[in-house]
């Protein structure tokens, strides 16, 4: 980890060099994720351009630092053709004990208010009633998933591409996959293919040594 920028990096939890890594013994054994080393506000700011990633559907932000969490933030500023009109989020570090001590005025809470305070486009808000529906899930995720929500976007498909089934959750069931996803990103025909069936993409920024 880098050093903490001021208190609401919470200095007291996280110091510099935590997290320490051997890159070449973690890269050995990934099989379909790719790992991108470097300071977030740099990796995250080419990461559309240079991956050309399918639409996300899904991050995880482990960056335990406020300062960090605000620049991976930047993601959210990608071309809507990389983004799901609502994308799932976890957030790691908001939930603790009272030494903790995690509050709306640090760290990632602190981030998050920030962020839907200066942005009208999307607002990351928590998934309401997981504790019903998530028994899946540990307890404390029920608190840490959130919903990044296009407030621009309809969320809904091009009506040519919608077929008139329905999931019993209320999905709709694509007509013509391929097509859509192949509109979504155009430059990665393998993507095109892969995605037909899963429809997003999985970013995870985390804090490494």
């Known amino acids: 980890m880098p050093p903490p920028v001021d208190y609401r990096d919470l200095p007291y939890l996280w110091?510099?060099?935590?997290?320490a890594m051997e890159p070449d013994k973690l890269k050995s054994r990934l099989r379909s994720s790719k790992?991108?080393?470097g300071p977030v506000e740099e990796t995250i700011q080419h990461f559309c351009s240079q991956e050309n990633p399918p639409p996300i559907g899904f991050i995880s932000f482990d960056?335990?630092?406020?300062?960090?969490?605000?620049?991976a933030f930047k993601?959210?500023?990608a071309a809507p053709r990389h983004l799901?009109?609502?994308i799932a989020c976890y957030f790691d570090d908001m939930v603790g004990d009272i030494d903790w001590a995690y509050n709306d005025f640090t760290g990632e809470l602190l981030a998050i208010r920030e962020f839907n305070a200066a942005n009208d486009d999307m607002k990351l808000a928590p998934v309401q009633g997981l504790r019903f529906y998530g028994s899946r899930l540990p307890r404390?995720?029920?608190e840490q998933i959130f919903v990044a929500q296009s407030v621009q976007a309809s969320g809904l498909l091009p009506t040519d591409l919608r077929s008139d089934?329905?999931?019993p959750r209320g999905g709709v069931v694509l007509r013509r996959p391929r097509e859509f996803l192949a509109n979504r990103c155009p430059q990665d025909q393998a993507n095109r293919l892969r995605m037909a069936t899963h429809g997003h993409s999985v970013l995870t920024p985390a804090h490494v040594g």
């Open 15 to 19: 110091q510099a060099g935590y997290f």
């Open 35 to 37: 790992l991108m080393l």
């Open 63 to 71: 960056l335990d630092y406020y300062s960090s969490t605000m620049a």
């Open 75 to 77: 993601i959210f500023a």
């Open 84 to 86: 799901l009109p609502r």
């Open 140 to 142: 404390a995720w029920h």
């Open 165 to 167: 089934r329905v999931t």
